[in-house]
């Protein structure tokens, strides 16, 4: 996405902790306090929650496009309590929640703006715990003045979510943050004759007389921005990349009629191109769909990137998607700020896909270009790695980060920069990193000591020289 983001106040976190007993007399046992109410994100303020950690969403959701209500559905949330729980929050904003239970029982709960406060009939011990949500409604797409809408967006015949950063609450209760992954199931209920995709691998179909049932699986960890449902009428394509990648492609055909032959292509291409590159594929699947939403994004969306028509059609776009599969969706960030480590990889990715494709575009010449921009406020005046809430989808995070990667190549030659990615996407696959462990990792695998290139190139403003 390249809209940017407005100036938020921060809000730190509060850290609860259990109070011990009097002077010189241990706690008889682990007091139950409340989960912390946000994840302690400075350019989220108040999105995410603490005190758990979600490890499956199970997502039963009937979707009437068009319908009042367009969605009703229940969420079952398997999390791990990380201490002893009196009442946690989940994110959700809009929508009519029914039934809230904790393990099988009915919960009482109440609601904030953006938020779901649950309190248990009895305090959740530490670890493994289940919450139902049932819950009702018509999503209503995230109006940001800079960033656009995003969330949960009605099509033409259907519906569409693009939820980067924080759009996934407008459709499920969830801990909305990229540090809390989780596997998901979806069953999505649509009325007959339109179609419902989602991540992962399509485990079955089933019919009544009036709707079909999609069930789709998302094995792998997933953070909830790049959890998608996308519903209309489509023309799908299916088989294996030569590399072995199963492929769910699936376009609209009223948007894109001849579309998706050479979107099948340049993914099966991508998809295994990648793979040789940048360490094996990370998921179970690889994919497209392509809709009519009114965005201007496309969205790396975890093995099934979403695109408008006009995007698809672009060979660049479908190499960055797919290049987040990697450096975005297996490898997530920890904290928002760190989000060149998604765009400025996957930027680099377009170049190299474009060098690929016409060998005097070269990986340099896009260097040199921007480069040689003296005076170009976004990019020399904000650091990638501290972009701010207002830089956090700007040129710098996706542009310079991506120049970062050019001069740690050129630093320390192909072999060990293709070997620092690698070991990049092998050691946190699945999980979360930094822009420190980053730096760190880059310098042990090249025995070079990367301080100053680091320095200057993310953290300093100003155009940087002598690295
Ligand atoms: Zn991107």
């Not at 010189?24 to 139950?32: H, L, Q, R, T």
Request: glycine share 10%; proline share 7%.
């Amino acid at each position: 996405m390249s809209a940017r983001w407005i100036t938020g106040s921060v809000l730190l976190a509060l850290a609860l902790t259990a109070c011990s007993g009097k002077a010189g007399v241990p706690p008889a046992a682990p007091y139950a306090a409340p989960g912390a109410t946000s994840a302690g994100d400075p350019l989220m303020p108040g999105g995410g929650d603490g005190g758990y950690d979600v490890q499956h969403y199970d997502l039963d959701l009937r979707i009437t496009p068009g319908g009042r209500p367009a969605l009703a559905g229940t969420a079952t949330i398997t999390a791990t309590a990380t201490q002893a729980l009196s009442r946690f929050n989940m994110d959700l904003t809009g929508l009519n929640v029914g039934k809230v239970t904790v393990g099988g029982v009915p919960a009482t709960y109440t609601r904030t703006p953006g938020k779901l406060v649950v309190t248990p009939p009895k305090p959740i011990a530490r670890g493994r715990f289940t919450v139902g949500v049932a819950y009702s409604g018509t999503p209503r797409a995230v109006n940001d003045h800079t960033l656009g809408r995003y969330g949960w967006i009605r099509t033409g015949d259907g519906i569409f979510t693009g939820d980067e950063p924080d759009g996934a609450h407008t459709w499920f209760p969830s801990n909305d943050h990229p540090s809390d992954k989780a596997t998901f199931g979806f069953r999505i209920t649509v009325p007959s004759g339109l179609n419902a995709v989602a991540n992962g691998r399509l485990t079955g179909t089933s019919k009544s007389a009036t709707s079909v049932t999609y069930s789709w699986q998302a094995r792998d960890p997933m953070a909830t921005y790049l959890a998608m449902v996308d519903v209309g009428r489509f023309k799908v394509r299916s088989g294996r990349t030569p590399g072995g990648v199963p492929v769910y492609v699936a376009v609209d055909p009223a948007v894109d009629a001849d579309g998706l032959a050479a979107l099948y292509d340049q993914t099966v291409k991508v998809t295994d191109a990648w793979a040789k590159l940048f360490g094996p594929y990370p998921f179970d699947s690889t994919g497209a769909v392509v809709d009519d939403a009114p965005v201007q994004f496309a969205l790396e969306t975890q093995t099934r990137p979403e695109y408008v028509a006009a995007m698809a059609a672009i060979p660049t776009v479908v190499a960055h998607e797919l290049s987040h599969q990697w450096f975005g969706d297996s490898v997530t960030v920890t904290r928002w700020s760190d989000i060149w480590l998604n765009e400025g990889f996957a930027t680099y990715a377009e170049w190299m896909w474009g060098e690929r494709e016409d060998p005097r575009d070269t990986v340099q010449h896009q260097f040199d270009g921007r480069y040689a921009q003296t005076r170009s406020d976004d990019l020399w005046k904000v650091p990638p790695a501290a972009p701010g809430r207002t830089g956090l989808f700007g040129r710098s995070v996706y542009e310079r980060g991506a120049m970062t990667l050019h001069a740690l190549r050129k630093k320390v030659g192909d072999q060990r920069f293709f070997a620092i990615l690698r070991a990049w996407t092998a050691e946190h696959r699945y999980g979360n990193a930094t822009t420190p462990q980053f730096i760190a990792l880059a310098q042990q695998v090249s025995g070079m000591d990367l301080h100053r290139l680091f320095q200057v190139w993310l953290y300093d403003q100003g155009r940087p020289v002598n690295w």
